[in-house]
Every structure is written in structure tokens, then in C-alpha cells.
């Protein structure tokens, strides 16, 4: 029972992971109808440029780990904001969805490509800013980074959720999300509130990079998996549901994990995918998404 | 144009023959081997990509499953090649149809990320099942053996070769058919092309599967000629490569994949050769100066246009000088190919160098239209085989209720069509006229009450089963296969008059020849009838806004429907057009054809309706002879508000000379 309990812990830190990069799908997608098919490359990214500031690989460490967070998801902004100028934006314009398909997958190579020249093809370990002794809940060992992982992705989400409630740029989000024809006619900018949306979304990725790797290993291949597997996540919630993403994002770190320990750890990627293709096949807007009604 | 693809053949044919016996190296020869196998492959991911236009990132995955079938058959049972290809076709596409059947349920990013999802499933699979596949070790498998002789690399090849050919015909064959048209129908229209009766999820499927067949040949036969495999060959980099080889060869062309595979296949030999690469790359940054020089002075691009890619190119020589080790650096060079592809080669090799020769000689290309001759109006009319009994109703709208959320689009409205007759559906903007269209077909599902046609309930069937049984429609917003020309348009909604099935396509038999003659004939006749003649095969995008319209009532006419639906045919016409639609309107019900009508064009809708039926937010507000609706209060308060009965709104409404639609 305490390891069943334990392995459920883990998966929960794991499942919010998944979450918080499934919930930067939804924000491209809302405001574009587009998705990065390099979000994981962007974590990878994240967790390998927040491991050069505040480890010791580049000479390090120069800054600590929670100084480093703030910079890495600046890194992180940045670069969606070349996912989107590269790779959606000319196919958003020619409606092409082959075009950003292809362009986005394209960038996820070539950066994941590059970070291997750059850092190494082989993993590394990240330095925990915490103690990594365990403390005890019901008897199951937790890890400190654990509990941050898991409060950390929240507070990331209700950020986002927060500023587009509250302010009148996340208004401008929403407007587009809505409606991006009506929007654009009543003076937004639709095309920055997409560029907005892919740096926002690969910002979160980023900070989800460098919080998953003090307890995992980093390197240029960890962003593949995670990636495909927040996707799963995001379509077993339902790609228009915050709480979609957390409710997908826990049901599969938790069978992931259980998979890993009582049948196999090379088997533990498969259940949340055949998840995927069930979800798809008897409902496929997800638990919690909307269904549309197509316009003739 | 048939010579011409013949003399093509016959050349390839040769060449392959002639190959090894030219080249005797045996690393060139098998190097040539692996292409003709890619090819294969290719042909089935066009299907998929270039003509139902899904991307799928699982055909790595499929291609392995192909291999390991093979191997594990020779492996564990010792099964000979002849029964393992076989096997390995069979088994591919059966996993081809798991992944299809729910993943076709979605379209765009989803499917690509799902068949993503596969891949990555199947190679775990590969390398976890260690009793059948041996694992991360491997399967080492001999070339195959026939009557006891080994074959040896160059009698492999051929072997490679044939059944390349074979595939070639059998895959041409196809997307030339019926087939191949309901794969482009339903890329460039999905609703078009349910209302026409071909179900776009089954086709999707079908394709799907198809391409799948294709991977596990092309995996069985990699088997035999690589005699080794192991799990990490049928990985997401070969999925990606197989892509860029599509649309860098050139989609919806055989040539385009063989050029493809030949590029990606020769492309790792290449980049090994750093001088080689530097090379190359300096022969683009001459050839993107002098073209950018020339564009510019032609005035054909601004600089702002040709900036991007020769900067890119130029900071690839620049890189390519600097770099030591180019393995190291394959992948971003994938990468960068696949951009360059994406955003200045949609078309791919193939069709750059098509619409080359189409721009020196603008003529080579037409085809000429040989059934033009044979067409005679009065074969465009078959018997429709719905044509229930005389006198009674054909369509019963029974308190149908269509509800969006709050709002009640159809609010319980009854509709009766008595069989012959025209009936006209008019209402403002926003009354549920387009949405009863889309009830009456299947499009929605009502969310109460029941449709009734020739006596059986076809509230809740599929659009496109709807079809088949005898209603077909035109749309508001017009929904013609833009891509393929008039005469393809037509033959979609000829589709249901083929009985013959893929192996008839594949062996080109006599029945299915028979049935394609007719259908091509009764297609020249429809386009005779509806005054499309001469522009049979002008792509349906090309031809004018109200020859468009004309087109789609040609197209729906195909399924030989006992109910057409005209959803505002007049709409942008011009007052010529319109007096050739309302005589073309007459004639279709002169057939025995019963028509629904809607319409803004009052005149249009007064003079050729035997009853008229009023709609308003949601509900029937009057049904009747024109002149009784005309004349009804509550028809002319719902079209200018204010007190009923005003004698402006009166005049308006029954106004025939003036065909200025009522502002609504």
C-alpha cells in the first residue's frame, strides 16, 4: 500500500507536469487553431538553458535556481515568439495547416538537433535547489521538489487564467479565441495576440522544463516524450479545458507511473497513448471539451 | 497523353532492367534497391497526404510492422518469402485500419499527433516484445529462396523492382478511378462530399488502410534486402524523412515519390561528404544570386520577398565553410530542407518543373474531352430508383425541433413536399431555412421530431446514406471540388453508379472499363444539359461565380435524386443567368424530379413554386399557393415589421418585374 501510494505521489508531481505543457497547447490553439509540435522541444530547451545558468555545465553555477526561473521563461518567450514568426505565421496567412504542421515539426528538429551539438547527446543531471531527503505522508516518501512541481504548474495556470479574467490584454486573448475575425475588426491585433499566445505558450513549457528537471535527467531527446504525451493529455481533457488539462494531466502521470512499476518501465509510455486513441474514438472532443457544430 | 505515359513506362522499365547490369557495384546496386522500396512506400503516404491531405507521422510505424511481420514470420516458422509478403501486407493494414477507425474520427494536428502517438507505441512494441521480435538484438533474415536457389543481390533487385512496377500500375490505377476521385472530393469538401453519397470518414479510412498495405510490403521487402533489422530504424527521423520526400518529389504524381525517395536515400551519402556539401551549397548561393538578381531586375519579387531564403542560403555556406563534422549537424539539415520545401516548393520537384513547361508551352497539358462528342441531354436522366407513389407525400418534416444551445433554430415545423412539384422555403435571414436544409440531409440530427422521405424515418441516418437513398442538394455558399474540373465534379456525384470494387480498379477488369465509359458519357450529358460543355475541364475554381452554381446542380443531379434541394441558387446571378436557372429549374422537375427551393429572389420564388412555406425565427408562419402567401399578414410583417397588412409591404412582396431581392 505505501508503494501503491508513493507511486500515486509521483504521479500526481508527473501529471502536473503534463498539465502545464498540455495547457500550452490550449493557448495556441485557442487564439490560432495552431499547436507547436516543438512544445517539448521548448521544455528541453527551457530545463537545458536554465541548467547552464544555474549549474555548473557552463561554467557555472552564475545565478540560483529560483533567480534563474524568471530568465529561462524570458529565454523561453523568445523563442516561441520564433516558433510563431518562422513557422505559423506564413501558414496561418495561407490557411496551410499541412504548412505549420510540417514548419513547427521542422523547428522541433532543428532545435533539438542543435542542443545536441550544443550540450552533449548525453543526459544530465540537474543540481536540486531543495533538499532531496523525502519527508512522509501516510507513510509514502515525498520529495520536497515534488510538492513544488506540483504548486508551481497551479500557480502557473491561474496566472494565465488571471490575467486573461482580469486584464484587458487577456480580454484581447479571449476576444481572439472567440472570434478572431470579430476581434481583428474591433481593433486587435490578432496577429500579435497570436505571437503573444505561442511566447506565452512556450514560456510555460519552459518553466515546466525547469521544474521537472531536478527530478528527472536533462538533455536534448527529454522533450520528445514529454511533448507527445502532454498532447494526449490535452486531447483526453479536451483542448479547450483548463481543468481538462490538470484532470488528463493526473489520470495519466498516475497510470504512467503505476504501468512503470508493476508491469514494466519500457511499457509505461503505452497506456496513456492507447488513452489517446480510446478518448479519440468514443469521444473525441475530450472529457471536458466542447463539442462544435460545423456551419454549412 | 496515354502514349506519352506509356513511352514513360516503357523507358523506366528499361532502365531498371538495364541498372545492375550497367552499374555492377553491388553497394549502388542495392543503395538503388532501397529506393525502389521507399517508392513503394511513398505511393501509399501520397495517397494519404497529397490527395485526402491528412498528415500522418505513423507510417515509420507501419512500415516496421511491415518489416517484422516478415521477420518474425522467417524467424519463428521459417515461412517462406512468397507467403510472408503477403502477410505482411495483411497484417499492416490491419493495423493501419486499428489506428484508422478511431483516429479518422479527427482531422488536422489531431491526426498527426495520433499517428505520432502510434509510431511511438509501435517501436516500443518492438523493441519490449522481445518473444517475437527479439528486441533491441535484432532479426537476421537471408534474401529469399525459390526452389531451393538463394537470390542473390542483383536477382533481388529485380524481384524489387517488379513489384515496384506492380505497385506503380495498381496505385495509378486507383487514383485514376472513382476511388481516387472520392480521395480528392473529400479533401476539398467533406460536406460536399457525404451530400453526394460518398461517406468521407469510409474513404478516409479506406485510404488510410490502403497506404498501410502499401508500408507492409514495402517493410517485408526492406526485410529481405537490408537481411537485418532492428527496432531503432522505425524511428520518428525516418517518418519525418518519408514526408519531406513526398512533398519534395511532388504530391499527387507517381514521379514525385520515386524522385523523393531517390533524394532522401541518396541524401545521408551526400552529407557525409562535407566537400561534396560545400559544394552544394555554394552552386545554391550562385544559383539564388543570379535568380534573385534576375527576379528583382524583372520586377517579378520585391527585395523584401527574396531576403528570407537568401539569407538562409547564404548563412548556410557560410556554416557549411565553418563546419568539421557534418553527421552531427544531418537533422538541422532535414530540418532546414523541410522549411525550404514547405514555404518555396509546395508543389515539390515535380510540379516546379510542371508549371515550368506549363508557362513555355500552355497548351501541352490540355486534355482533349472525348466524351464531349458522345453527350446527348437525354442520357443525363436515369430513372431514380426512389420514386415512390404518385400523389403522396415524398418528404414529411414531422415537429422537427432544431436547437443550438439556447436557441431554437426550427421550432416543431412541419413540411410537407407533395411528389412533382416545386416547393419554395422563404423567410428573412436567420428564420432556419438553411438550417431545415441541413436536417432534411442529414447534416444535423434534430434534436426532436422526426423526417420522414418515401415512407421510411431518415431523421438520424448519415448524410451520406441520405444521399444514396435519393435527396441530393446544392449549397448557399457554393461547395464545388475546386481542384478537379467540371467533368470530375459531376463524376463524384456519379459515384454511386459504380458497382466495382478495388480489385476491378486494381485488375482494370471489363466491368469496371464498362461502367467508367457510362458514367464519363452521362457526365458529358449532364454537363450539356446544365450548359457546360465547353468548359468540361476547366478546374471547378476557375469558372465563373453563376457557371459554378450551374455546376453544382449538374453535380447533384448525378445521384439521380427523387428530391433536389436548391439552397438560393440565384444568389449573385445576373438577370440572364437567372432566366437560364429558372428554365433549367423547370426542366429538372419536368423529369419527374421533386424540388425544394430556397430562395431571396421573390420573383423567382413566386413565379416556378406550386406551394410556398414561410419561415420565421424558427417557425412556419404560412403555407400555401404564392399568391395565397403573398397576400398573408403575417408573412409581409415578418419581412418589414410594423403593423401587418401595409400596402407598401404588399406591393413589394408581389412584385415579379423587379428582381431586386427583398433586403432581409
Known amino acids: 500500500m505505501d508503494i501503491f501510494l508513493q507511486l500515486t505521489f509521483s504521479g500526481i508531481a508527473l501529471g502536473m507536469i503534463y498539465a502545464v505543457i498540455a495547457f500550452g497547447y490550449q493557448l495556441t490553439f485557442a487564439t490560432s487553431g495552431t499547436l507547436n509540435f516543438g512544445q517539448g522541444e521548448a521544455l528541453m530547451l527551457g530545463a537545458l538553458v536554465g541548467l547552464s545558468l544555474a549549474g555548473g555545465v557552463m561554467g557555472g553555477p552564475y545565478i540560483n535556481y529560483w533567480l534563474m526561473i524568471p530568465l529561462v521563461m524570458l529565454f523561453g518567450a523568445l523563442q516561441g515568439v520564433v516558433v510563431e514568426r518562422i513557422g505559423v505565421r506564413p501558414s496561418i496567412k495561407t490557411k496551410n495547416e499541412f504548412g505549420w504542421i510540417m514548419s513547427t515539426i521542422a523547428l522541433a528538429i532543428i532545435f533539438k538537433n542543435v542542443a545536441e551539438n550544443i550540450w552533449g547527446k548525453d543526459d544530465l543531471t540537474f543540481p536540486s535547489p531543495v533538499s532531496s531527503t523525502p519527508f512522509q505522508i501516510f507513510g509514502a516518501n515525498v520529495q520536497i521538489m515534488q510538492v513544488i512541481v506540483v504548486l508551481g504548474a497551479l500557480a502557473m495556470m491561474l496566472a494565465v487564467e488571471l490575467f486573461n479574467r482580469k486584464s484587458i490584454y487577456g480580454k484581447a486573448v479571449v476576444a481572439t479565441a472567440n472570434d478572431s475575425d470579430a476581434a481583428g475588426l474591433m481593433g486587435i491585433n490578432t496577429g500579435q495576440v497570436v505571437t503573444f499566445s505561442y511566447a506565452l505558450s512556450s514560456a510555460t513549457a519552459a518553466f515546466a522544463g525547469v521544474l521537472v528537471a531536478p527530478l528527472t535527467l536533462t538533455g536534448a531527446t527529454m522533450g520528445t516524450a514529454l511533448g507527445l504525451k502532454a498532447f494526449a493529455v490535452a486531447i483526453i481533457g479536451g483542448l479547450t479545458s483548463g481543468v481538462g488539462a490538470i484532470v488528463g494531466g493526473l489520470i495519466l502521470g498516475i497510470a504512467e507511473t503505476l504501468t512503470g512499476y508493476y508491469i514494466s518501465t519500457g511499457y509505461k509510455e503505452v497506456p496513456g497513448l492507447l488513452l489517446l486513441l480510446l478518448v479519440l474514438a468514443i469521444k473525441p472532443s475530450g472529457l471536458f471539451g466542447k463539442t462544435t457544430i460545423k456551419k454549412v | ?664
Open chain 2, 1 to 664: 497523353m496515354k502514349r506519352n505515359s506509356l513511352i514513360l513506362g516503357i523507358i523506366a522499365f528499361i532502365a531498371l532492367v538495364a541498372f545492375p547490369l550497367v552499374i555492377p557495384n553491388p553497394y549502388y546496386i542495392h543503395l538503388a534497391e532501397t529506393i525502389l522500396i521507399y517508392a513503394i512506400l511513398l505511393f501509399g503516404l501520397d495517397i494519404v497526404v497529397g490527395y485526402t491531405g491528412e498528415v500522418s507521422l505513423g507510417h515509420a510505424g507501419l512500415f516496421g510492422i511491415g518489416s517484422y511481420t516478415a521477420g518474425a514470420l522467417f524467424f519463428k516458422l521459417g515461412v517462406p518469402f512468397a507467403l510472408a509478403v503477403p502477410a505482411s501486407i495483411a497484417v499492416t493494414a490491419a493495423f493501419g485500419a486499428l489506428l484508422a477507425l478511431p483516429a479518422l474520427r479527427v482531422t488536422g494536428p489531431y491526426l498527426a499527433m495520433v499517428t505520432l502517438a502510434f509510431g511511438t507505441i509501435i517501436q516500443i512494441l518492438i523493441n519490449e516484445m522481445t518473444f517475437l521480435t527479439e528486441g533491441p538484438l535484432g532479426i537476421k533474415v537471408p534474401k529469399p529462396s525459390f526452389f531451393g536457389h538463394k537470390l542473390n543481390e542483383v536477382e533481388y533487385f529485380y524481384v524489387a523492382a517488379a513489384l515496384m512496377m506492380v505497385a506503380l500500375i495498381v496505385v495509378n490505377r486507383l487514383l485514376k478511378s472513382h476511388f481516387g476521385r472520392a480521395f480528392q472530393a473529400l479533401r476539398a469538401s467533406p460536406v460536399a462530399c457525404d451530400c453526394m453519397g460518398v461517406s468521407v470518414y469510409r474513404y478516409k479510412v479506406f485510404a488510410f488502410v490502403f497506404s498501410a498495405g502499401l508500408a507492409g510490403l514495402a517493410g517485408s521487402l526492406y526485410t529481405y534486402s537490408e537481411e537485418y533489422i532492428s527496432p531503432n530504424t522505425y524511428n520518428f527521423e525516418l517518418t519525418i524523412l518519408f514526408l519531406l520526400a513526398v512533398i519534395m518529389g511532388g504530391r499527387k504524381t507517381r514521379s514525385g515519390p520515386i524522385l523523393g525517395a531517390a533524394i532522401v536515400v541518396m541524401l545521408p551519402s551526400l552529407l557525409s561528404d562535407i566537400e561534396l556539401f560545400r559544394k552544394i551549397a555554394y552552386t545554391a548561393v550562385a544559383i539564388g544570386v543570379v535568380a534573385s538578381i534576375w527576379l528583382l531586375a524583372k520586377k517579378r519579387k520585391s527585395l523584401r520577398e527574396i531576403a528570407i531564403p537568401l539569407t538562409a542560403t547564404i548563412a548556410m555556406a557560410v556554416f557549411s565553410y565553418k563546419l568539421e563534422n557534418i553527421i552531427d549537424w544531418r537533422l538541422t539539415i532535414f530540418g532546414l530542407m523541410t522549411l525550404f520545401v514547405v514555404y518555396y516548393l509546395q508543389d515539390g520537384v515535380i510540379g516546379f518543373l510542371r508549371n515550368l513547361l506549363e508557362k513555355i508551352w500552355p497548351n501541352g497539358f490540355r486534355k482533349v474531352d472525348e466524351y464531349g462528342a458522345l453527350a446527348n441531354e437525354s442520357l443525363a436522366w436515369e430513372k431514380s430508383e426512389h420514386s415512390g407513389k404518385a400523389g403522396v407525400d415524398l418528404l414529411h418534416a414531422n415537429q422537427v425541433l432544431m436547437q443550438f444551445g439556447g436557441l431554437k433554430a426550427l421550432n416543431q415545423v412541419d413540411l410537407k413536399i407533395a411528389k412533382g412539384t416545386i416547393h419554395g422555403l422563404i423567410g428573412p435571414n436567420g428564420s432556419g431555412k438553411s438550417t431545415m436544409m441541413n436536417v432534411l440531409t442529414g447534416i444535423y440530427k434534430p434534436t426532436a421530431g422526426a423526417v420522414e422521405f418515401n415512407g421510411g424515418v431518415i431523421s438520424g441516418m448519415t448524410p451520406a446514406a441520405i444521399a444514396l437513398g435519393g435527396i441530393a442538394r446544392t449549397f448557399q455558399n457554393v461547395q464545388l471540388f475546386g481542384e478537379m474540373t467540371a467533368t470530375e465534379n459531376v463524376l463524384v456525384g456519379l459515384h454511386h453508379t459504380f458497382k466495382s470494387n478495388v480489385l476491378d480498379v486494381m485488375l482494370n477488369t471489363k466491368r469496371y472499363r464498362a461502367e467508367e465509359h457510362r458514367a464519363r458519357i452521362r457526365a458529358a450529358s449532364i454537363l450539356q444539359f446544365v450548359g457546360l460543355t465547353d468548359l468540361s475541364n476547366e478546374e471547378a475554381r476557375n469558372l465563373p461565380y453563376g457557371k459554378q452554381r450551374l455546376l453544382e446542380i449538374g453535380r447533384a443531379l448525378g445521384l439521380s435524386p427523387s428530391l433536389l434541394l436548391l439552397d438560393e441558387p440565384a444568389a449573385g446571378l445576373t438577370a440572364p443567368d437567372i432566366k437560364e436557372l429558372v428554365a433549367i429549374i423547370r426542366k429538372i422537375r419536368e423529369h419527374g424530379i421533386t424540388l425544394i427551393l430556397i430562395e431571396h429572389h421573390m420573383d423567382v420564388v413566386m413565379s416556378i413554386s406550386d406551394t410556398v412555406t414561410v419561415l420565421d425565427f424558427g417557425q412556419k408562419i404560412a403555407e400555401g399557393k404564392p399568391a395565397e402567401v403573398q397576400a398573408n399578414a403575417k408573412v409581409i410583417e415578418a419581412y418589414l415589421g410594423g403593423d401587418a397588412g401595409s400596402n407598401a409591404g404588399a406591393a413589394e412582396l408581389s412584385a415579379p418585374p423587379s428582381s431586386t431581392p427583398i433586403p432581409a
